[in-house]
């Protein structure tokens, strides 16, 4: 279950754990506890489902445009037209969009083959990984960073990191830092938008490996790293049609929104495709592309409530996210405020 990963990972304390002294009598404790309710069950119709994580997407697609207010009008403007037109380009011949728009490192599955061999020597795989300065400077950065750190002394070497961290998660960083050439955002106007959505497919690789069974972690690392390139792809034709806009127009109706929404995923799973990765990549983010709720495979499932962590812990960070809708979100993946709440805390490192 959802709940008993938590509490294992971000050590959320049982309830029936002993307690520590607090000045209280048994009486007065168990008065305390007589009191205290338990948190009423929400059921969740499979309407409500589909619509609360509608809204999710259309909030989070908000987010990522905060500079820009978003109408309720059905009418795009020439911009989003554009975009819209060649989003349906995009699905029809999704190769040219792999190729010229979004291309994947080549490097990222030979090394990270690599990274899984077991019998490749320490001294060796040090040496791979140092052929490239740049990747080793950003593998560092992750080591270093709040989300990652282990102690109080910096890691400042590839060796010291592989001792520190170890092979599984020294791998995992240099996945992300090669999956992380994808969003190359130049327009300054437009960078926060990269930074949040990398921000965001960080957080669900990162708790997409932990809710995966432990022979299928490493494929749903990577899976949560790529399962927002459709979001990704859309994005650079966006950036691309707006040197062309007209002055003043920028990407804000509920039209252009909606097709963002339930386009992105379809052409993710149709990119994995062309990039021709494996089965066990392309089959979760077909899964997802067809379904606004909870699918029946296991690994789709496993990225589809990470992304609903994710995206209700950024919205709930800027107070965005109405606290009934946050209810029937967290319901559908069966974790209470309480420990959503703590989680929260622990993405904020992100």
């Known amino acids: ?88 380009l995009a699905l029809s011949s999704p190769q040219d969009i792999a190729e010229n728009v979004l291309k994947l490192p080549s490097k990222i599955f030979e090394l990270d083959k690599k990274l899984a061999d077991d019998n490749i020597d320490t001294q060796e795989l040090i040496q791979l990984i140092e052929q490239d300065p740049l990747l080793c400077v950003e593998v560092l950065k992750l080591c270093n960073s709040p989300a990652f750190k282990r102690s109080e002394n910096e890691v400042t070497s590839i060796q ?47 708790l997409a490996s932990e809710l995966a069974p432990s022979e299928q972690r490493d494929s749903a690392f990577l899976l949560g790293l790529l399962h927002d390139v459709g979001k990704i792809a859309i994005f650079k034709l966006l950036v691309d049609a707006f040197y062309q806009a007209e002055p003043g127009e920028q990407p804000k109706s509920a039209l252009f929104k909606q097709v963002m929404t339930t386009k992105s995923l379809t052409l993710s799973a149709l990119l994995a495709r062309c990039w021709k990765l494996p089965s066990h990549f392309e089959t979760p983010l077909s899964i997802l592309a067809n379904s606004n709720i909870k699918p029946d495979d296991d690994i789709a499932s496993v990225i589809w409530k990470a992304n609903i962590i994710s995206e209700c812990s950024m919205l709930h960070q800027l107070d965005k996210l109405p606290q009934p809708a946050l209810a029937v979100l967290l319901a559908q993946i069966e974790l209470t405020e309480e420990e959503f709440s703590e989680l929260h805390q622990k993405l904020l490192k992100f």
Not at 72 to 85: C, D, K, Q
Not at 171 to 184: P, S
Request: aromatic share 12%; charged share 20%.
């Open 1 to 88: 279950m959802v709940t008993s990963f938590f509490k294992k990972l971000f050590n959320i304390r049982d309830r029936n754990e002993q307690a520590k002294f607090t000045g209280h009598t048994a009486a007065e404790k168990r008065q305390h506890t007589i009191q205290k309710q338990p948190e009423p069950t929400i059921e969740v119709t499979p309407r409500q489902a589909v619509e609360s994580q509608l809204d999710l997407s259309a909030l989070f697609y908000s987010f990522l445009f905060a500079n820009y207010q978003t109408t309720t009008a059905g009418i795009a403007n020439n911009l989003e037209r554009s975009v819209m037109h060649n989003i349906e």
């Open 160 to 206: 010291q990191a592989l001792v520190q961290v170890g092979r599984v998660q020294l791998r995992q960083f240099i996945t992300t830092c090669l999956a992380r050439e994808l969003i190359d955002i130049k327009p300054i106007y437009f960078r926060r938008f990269g930074a949040e959505i990398w921000r965001h497919s960080m957080q669900v690789a990162f």
